[in-house]
């Protein structure tokens, strides 16, 4: 057999698969056609691009891609996926950009190799944002090609086979990354043997010596287990074939070591305990055989009770489609038996992937989600709620929730059926219906009765909504619901309708303060901008919101809105502002000076307790009366409007203080939030994912009204401050969050 062992004349630095051996050779020969072409291109283009660069194992890095690529091929792949695991990492890793990418291997290759680039070259403020925005990216492009998230799962894969060169903490990150996504995307895509793989490894990086002794467990019990599937094979193929089912595959089949270690943990069970650690898979011709084996292994063995599961005539949200039923032995051991038809069992081992790599065809037409398509509908509501969620860690948790399996289903009064998680209820129900049918729930009826908000729907129910136009949804609905898509749209509704609220009644107040006539031109002109930026708010909506509940007093805002119009009409806001020249040169000094405060070298100073300056904030310095010494004040701060000028002085910030460490500062936040059990919390978590120490918590709540937390936080510099802000801002339950610790005249 012929072996291409150089590129261009050079020679290759590693083996190449059979099959892309074969696909070089070809392109010498006549039988050499169109794909080929484009799958030996993106080899050529990926192999000199990779050329030079080592994975961590010490292999040549082009090895990674080509491996991705032979995963994609082993499951269907056509050629614009393939050629897409060749070229899935050149925009990241190289020069070259995505249009380069389409401009040598069109539009689809680039499509497949975008979705899975890493939004590496981008800055984020924590590793929380990069991960969100990377999900985000990868979940957009999925839906416009289903195929994106296939070529992410064989990358993710083969990561996975060659962890063992990363160090142990980045071992482990990655490890719970896929069992908390990857696995569970790969699980809704309904591809099994890749969801299994997935699952021993993480489960190999992460729970390290229960893997290696469950293995060790399975191992001793294997020639036993072997013989006993062996035997009820042989009982089995003689019983069926003695009624004329052709049986196209009878085979037994381990579980995987992390089945094996998730059933031992949640049901609190030893290994001695778990019966079923292997399963026998009948394959049939066609579904009315199905259920006729399903009656001679009933008849052959004792079905045990409440282990029977239709998927056939139920088939999952992933397309899986099997009978499970489990009986009972000779040795008195439970035994789990599937029966499918061979289009089934394609299914259940490829997903998705079954639906290009089984075509007469060869070539896969299935891209776009369809409408009709009511399979993915999960990926639909994923794309939906993610709109809603601004903020990165509150995306992460909700898109782990979300990607476990559905395992309730439930029925419309038409007969529809609506797969839901585990424990969900009518609310739930409600909302996946409509998001008007959940804001307008007044009540339901389960199976005919009338049901509470939170009971839990249970398989088979029949469930009938009751709608009301002025029933709205309740804060406690938010304790009781369990899917994403819902307490979304509650708090989405909530955060609306009072915030719409307070603004009017925040319009109203100050309208009737400074009157009609050009009240609306005040609201947009660029005094106003600053009026906000001074009421420590980032926008006229959200002073005016402030303004309705109470968040800022009216006078406050009225003695700014006048201060600051006088200021811009008599065109003297120049002469009232203090100029600060800088402080004198340090050039000649030997060492440099680390006072946090450039400009009171020897003198005693305080930080003012009205307005707390931060770094990056223009300060000035004030002579004290008494014997505090020099008073550090922001230049804005409305306590020193009405000092003389000469007990100014020039001061600026330096950042650093004596032994080079830097300073912090204490701020006080105040939030208004949906009160809701864990918001402290979740706020928290946010605080802490920017590295910064909260010095006192506290919440305020009413009944029936938004809870208030106030903070003390220990602030670096403004900059770290707005970057906190902003990611508390875009949390869902968070209504309005302002800096109270400046004191008003």
Request: charged share 25%.
């Amino acid at each position: 057999m012929n072996t291409v062992t150089s590129l261009n004349n050079k020679p290759l630095d590693f083996t190449l698969p059979d099959w892309l051996n074969q696909c070089l050779i070809s392109r010498k020969s006549d039988i050499y056609n169109q794909n080929q072409d484009l799958i030996c291109h993106a080899f050529d283009f990926a192999y000199q691009l990779h050329k030079g660069q080592y994975r961590k194992s010490g292999e040549p890095y082009i090895v990674h891609p080509v491996t991705v690529a032979g995963i994609l091929r082993d499951l269907g792949g056509d050629k614009s996926m393939i050629a897409a695991g060749f070229l899935h990492d050149v925009v990241e890793d190289t020069d070259i950009t995505a249009d380069n990418i389409e401009e040598m291997f069109g539009q689809e290759v680039r499509l497949l190799v975008e979705g899975v680039t890493k939004l590496s070259k981008f800055n984020f403020s924590n590793k929380t944002e990069q991960q969100a925005e990377n999900f985000r990216r990868m979940f957009l492009a999925m839906a416009k090609d289903i195929r994106v998230i296939v070529v992410k799962l064989a990358d993710r894969l083969h990561n996975m086979r060659t962890l063992d060169a990363l160090k142990p903490e980045k071992q482990k990150r990655i490890a719970l990354e896929t069992k908390e996504i990857f696995s569970p995307l790969a699980n809704r895509l309904g591809i099994w043997r890749v969801k299994w793989e997935l699952e021993d490894l993480s489960f190999k990086y992460l729970e390290t010596n229960a893997y290696w002794e469950i293995q060790g467990l399975v191992a001793e019990k294997r020639i036993d287990r072997e013989a006993r599937i062996e035997n009820v094979k042989n009982i089995l193929q003689k019983r069926l074939n003695s009624i004329g089912i052709q049986v196209l595959e009878l085979q037994g089949r381990s579980k995987h070591l992390y089945g094996i270690y998730y059933k031992m943990h949640s049901q609190n069970k030893g290994f001695h305990e778990i019966y079923d650690l292997a399963a026998l898979r009948i394959i049939v011709q066609n579904k009315e055989e199905c259920y006729r084996a399903l009656a001679v292994v009933h008849d052959t063995f004792k079905p045990m009770p409440g282990r029977f599961k239709d998927y056939i005539g139920l088939p999952k949200p992933n397309r899986y489609q099997s009978l499970h039923t489990t009986v009972v032995g000779f040795n008195g051991r439970p035994l789990e038996i599937q029966i499918r038809t061979l289009e089934m069992h394609h299914i259940a081992e490829y997903g998705i992937a079954a639906h290009w790599k089984y075509k007469e065809t060869g070539v896969s037409h299935y891209t776009q989600l369809s409408q009709e398509d009511e399979k993915f509908t999960w990926l639909r509501q994923l794309l939906d709620w993610q709109k809603d969620l601004k903020d990165a860690q509150e995306y992460v948790d909700n898109l782990k929730d979300n990607l476990f399996d559905d395992d309730v289903y439930v029925f419309t009064p038409d007969g529809d059926v609506i797969a839901l998680a585990r424990g969900a209820t009518t609310v739930d129900f409600a909302y996946r219906i409509h998001t008007e049918v959940g804001n307008h729930m007044k009540g339901a009826r389960i199976n005919g009765k009338w049901s509470v908000f939170g009971q839990p729907l249970h398989n088979g129910d029949i469930v009938e909504i009751i709608t009301q136009k002025n029933c709205h949804p309740s804060l406690n609905w938010l304790n009781i619901v369990v899917t994403p898509t819902a307490r979304n749209r509650i708090r989405q509704w909530y955060k609306r309708s009072c915030r719409e609220e307070n603004m009017i009644r925040g319009r109203d107040m100050l309208e009737k303060e400074l009157g009609k006539n050009g009240f609306e031109a005040l609201l947009k002109s660029e005094p106003m901008k600053t009026v906000v930026e001074r009421c420590n708010y980032h926008s006229v909506d959200d002073l005016l919101s402030g303004l309705g509940y109470g968040g800022i007093t009216l006078n406050q805002v009225v003695n700014r809105v006048r201060e600051i119009t006088v200021k811009t009409q008599q065109k003297a806001a120049e002469s009232h502002e203090i100029n600060i020249p800088a402080p004198p040169s340090s050039l000649g000094l030997k060492k440099p000076n680390r006072s946090p405060i450039l400009g009171v070298e020897g003198l005693l100073y305080h930080i003012a307790g009205c307005c707390r300056p931060l770094p990056g904030e223009p300060i000035i310095g004030v002579v004290t009366r008494g014997d505090r010494g020099i008073s550090i004040h922001t230049q804005n701060c409305s306590n020193i409007e009405n000092i003389p000028g000469e007990r100014f002085i020039p001061v600026r910030w330096n950042r650093v203080d004596e032994k080079g460490c830097t300073i912090t500062y204490p701020v006080d936040v105040q939030i208004e939030v949906i009160d809701r059990v864990g918001v402290l919390k979740d706020i928290l978590l946010r605080v802490s994912n920017h590295n910064i120490n909260v010095c006192n918590a506290s919440v305020k709540t009413v009944q029936n009204k938004p809870a208030i937390v106030n903070l003390r936080i220990e602030i670096r510099d403004r900059q770290q401050l707005e970057y906190l802000t902003n990611s508390i801002c875009n949390m869902s339950d968070v209504l309005n969050i302002q800096r109270v610790n400046r004191v008003e005249f």
